[in-house]
């Protein structure tokens, strides 16, 4: 029987990611006492990896597709096929950034400031080639963790972090003054996996049911009945994907009116959509928008 190694990112991305497949139709099981989750497709074999590390397994093939960011496959330079972009968050429209930050107090104002200095950071490949690409001499040092603590503790003049609107580091008393990265998460495979017909197939199936929930995310259905003398009232404001299903309710002059739109567009579209003469409205949520 052919089987397809998957690699689950633990950590941050854990609980979005087994969330996602589900929405897509894998359901994934972990055990807290297991790097081992079970899913419920007999030709998918599941294992628990850092993101940090998942591409290098990747692309030794340890594991034949995985979940990573974007970041971490710079970081490592890994030989691998980026299969697509997936972005997970539903509730933030911020990209993940890797910025450079020091202290609110620090003289220093640009790059080029840096030369001779100490930089903290878990990126730390990724940044010394960024500061060689300059030309700008700097000591970068590994981080586990706290990292914005090594600049304001003076430990390091600076520091490489990732973040969202860059709140938390500047709560932590530091000044951004420089971007080097944007990271969103990626579906990638090893080269020699991708060779191969079924498992490509398979991945392109997951990689399909992926986005399909993810778009679903934020969308949602409308459903409506309306009146025959409004309908085009109501096409006219009513936003959709191509273009909404109109039918016509039994023995009646109403026409029952669905489409898909936009789920942050909602709170203002159904007072619209009352007003132009729509009732009995219906939202409902979407598991996939294919």
């Known amino acids: 029987m052919n089987i397809l190694k998957l690699g689950i990112p633990k950590g941050s991305l854990e609980k979005s990611t087994i969330s996602l497949f589900e929405k897509s139709g894998w359901k994934i099981t972990i055990n807290s006492r297991s790097y081992f989750p079970d899913i419920n497709d007999k030709s998918i074999e599941c294992s628990i990896l850092r993101a940090q590390e998942m591409s290098r397994y990747v692309e030794n093939g340890t594991i034949d597709v995985g979940l990573t960011g974007k970041d971490?496959?710079?970081?490592?330079?890994?030989?691998?096929?980026?299969?697509?972009?997936?972005?997970y968050s539903k509730v933030s429209q911020n990209p993940a950034r890797w910025v450079l930050a020091v202290p609110a107090n620090s003289d220093i104002i640009e790059l080029k400031d840096l030369q001779g200095k100490k930089i903290a950071t878990e990126l730390v490949n990724f940044t010394v080639r960024y500061f060689k690409e300059k030309n700008i001499d700097v000591d970068v040092e590994f981080s586990w963790g706290a990292t914005e603590a090594k600049a304001v503790s003076g430990l390091a003049d600076a520091i490489v972090e990732v973040t969202e609107t860059g709140s938390t580091i500047k709560a932590h008393g530091l000044r951004i003054i420089h971007e080097l990265m944007q990271s969103n998460t990626q579906l990638i495979a090893n080269k020699e996996a991708y060779k191969d017909e079924w498992k490509r197939e398979k991945i392109g199936q997951i990689s399909l049911l992926l986005k399909g929930a993810l778009r679903a995310e934020n969308m949602v259905g409308i459903k409506m009945n309306v009146p025959e003398e409004k309908l085009e009232g109501i096409i006219a404001i009513l936003p959709s994907l191509n273009a909404p299903t109109v039918a016509h309710l039994y023995k009646s002059t109403w026409t029952s009116?669905?489409?898909?739109?936009?789920?942050?567009?909602?709170?203002?579209?159904?007072?619209?959509?009352i007003k132009a003469g729509a009732e009995g409205i219906i939202e409902y949520a979407l598991n996939k928008v294919i």
């Open 72 to 87: 971490w496959i710079e970081e490592n330079k890994s030989d691998i096929v980026v299969v697509d972009d997936l972005i």
């Open 257 to 273: 009116v669905e489409t898909v739109v936009d789920s942050r567009s909602v709170r203002e579209l159904i007072p619209r959509l």
